[in-house]
């Protein structure tokens, strides 16, 4: 099973930012949803398509329907800039799967 | 406070192997899956296997199949990675997670174990 992400994405402070991650009837799956700033650990940001962990900051949302999962960032802060993998659980092979990752830049 | 931690970095040999671990702490241990994901240099995230430490019960992703194994030991709340047959491109920063309990979610992770494979 393979998600595709956008290499990279950018947006200015203030604004909204998503991040698509695409595949085959993702829609029927849960999706996850990771941060990781440089020299860190990922650190999850929205789990089961759209629920956050606590402490993350409500402007973190998800969404997934049809081939699309969305992951999106409201008022986005210069400390959102860092890259954002999607997960899910693939069901065939019974192993989870990462899509390869966007860079999301704050302008 | 759920913790793991990761042994420290390692230098390795091509054909040589390895093994770090993570050791848990701050809930039940044998209650949650622990996984493993690497993450070569400038790449995304790849996961290796998962165990159950409830019955050492462990899984492994297709890449890595057959030179990878990982174990648990209970009596110290740590998950073992072991490696095989090293080779440059097994280079990466290693991983330890543990899911959310009722989600496959990694909510947890390790600081991650630098591995340098060369010659």
């Known amino acids: 099973y393979v998600l595709t992400q956008a290499p990279s994405v950018s947006v200015a402070p203030g604004k909204t930012a998503r991040i698509a991650c695409g595949g085959d009837?993702?829609?029927?799956?849960?999706v996850h949803w990771y941060l990781q700033r440089p020299g860190q650990a990922p650190v999850l940001v929205v789990y089961?398509?759209?629920d956050r962990p606590s402490g993350i900051p409500e402007r973190f949302s998800g969404s997934n329907s049809g081939n699309t999962a969305t992951l999106t960032i409201s008022r986005v802060e210069a400390g959102d800039e860092a890259d954002y993998y999607c997960?899910?659980?693939?069901?065939?092979?019974?192993?989870?799967?990462f899509g390869g990752g966007t860079k999301l830049t704050v302008l | 406070e759920v913790q793991l931690v990761q042994s420290g970095a390692e230098v390795k040999k091509p054909g040589e192997s390895l093994r770090i671990s993570c050791k848990a702490s701050?809930?039940?241990?044998?209650?949650?899956?622990i996984s493993w994901v690497r993450q070569m240099p400038g790449k995304g995230l790849e996961w290796l296997g998962r165990?159950?430490?409830?019955?050492?019960?462990?899984d492994y992703g297709p890449t890595f199949r057959g030179r990878v194994s990982i174990s648990s030991d209970t009596s110290v709340s740590t998950v073992y990675l072991q490696l095989s047959s090293l080779k440059a491109s097994d280079s990466a920063t290693y991983y330890c997670?543990?899911?959310?309990?009722?989600?496959?979610?990694?909510?947890?992770w390790g600081q991650g174990t630098l591995v340098t494979v060369s010659s």
């Open positions: 701050g809930y039940s241990f044998s209650t949650y899956w």
């Open positions: 997670a543990r899911d959310i309990g009722y989600s496959s979610a990694s909510a947890y």
């Open positions: 997960q899910v659980w693939d069901s065939n092979s019974d192993h989870p799967v």
């Open positions: 089961d398509d759209r």
């Open positions: 009837n993702i829609g029927s799956n849960r």
């Open positions: 165990i159950d430490p409830s019955d050492s019960y462990s």
